[in-house]
Nanobody
Framework: QVQLVESGGGLVQSGGSLRLSCAAS????????MGWYRQAPGKQRELVAV???????NYADSVKGRFTVSRDNAKNMVYLQMDSLKPEDTAVYYC??????????????WGQGTRVTVSS
């Protein structure tokens, strides 16, 4: 019913920039929060950045000052601007969206992921 599709990943040199996009489609019109997670080889998936309604965005300490998350509610999209990339940023990045219904439940949706590789 809900589909999240990421784009914008690729190969970039250390110090470069990339902009990731995530488009949401389906039955959910408005999500309570949208954001980005990443998973590096041999590691668990970790939170990168998330933005909720009425929030300016929250970030992992490792990306603060370098990454910026933003939303376009009219288009139902979320973006991740990544600057000053480091080799340790290399991972598959996943889009995430959360929908909460009072007295019903919490629903968590995931995209298929887009790969980001940062060379030394």
């Amino acid at each position: 019913q809900v589909q999240l599709v990421e784009s914008g990943g690729g190969l970039v040199q250390s110090g470069g920039s990339l902009r990731l996009s995530c488009a949401a489609s389906g039955s959910i019109v408005s999500f309570n929060s949208m954001g980005w997670y990443r998973q590096a080889p041999g590691k668990q998936r970790e939170l990168v950045a998330v933005i909720s309604n009425g929030s300016n965005g929250n970030y992992a300490d490792s990306v603060k000052g370098r990454f910026t998350v933003s939303r376009d509610n009219a288009k139902n999209m979320v973006y991740l601007q990544m600057d000053s990339l480091k080799p340790e940023d290399t991972a598959v990045y996943y889009c995430n969206a959360v929908y909460r219904r009072l007295g019903s439940g919490i629903y968590n949706y995931w995209g298929q992921g887009t790969r980001v590789t940062v060379s030394s």
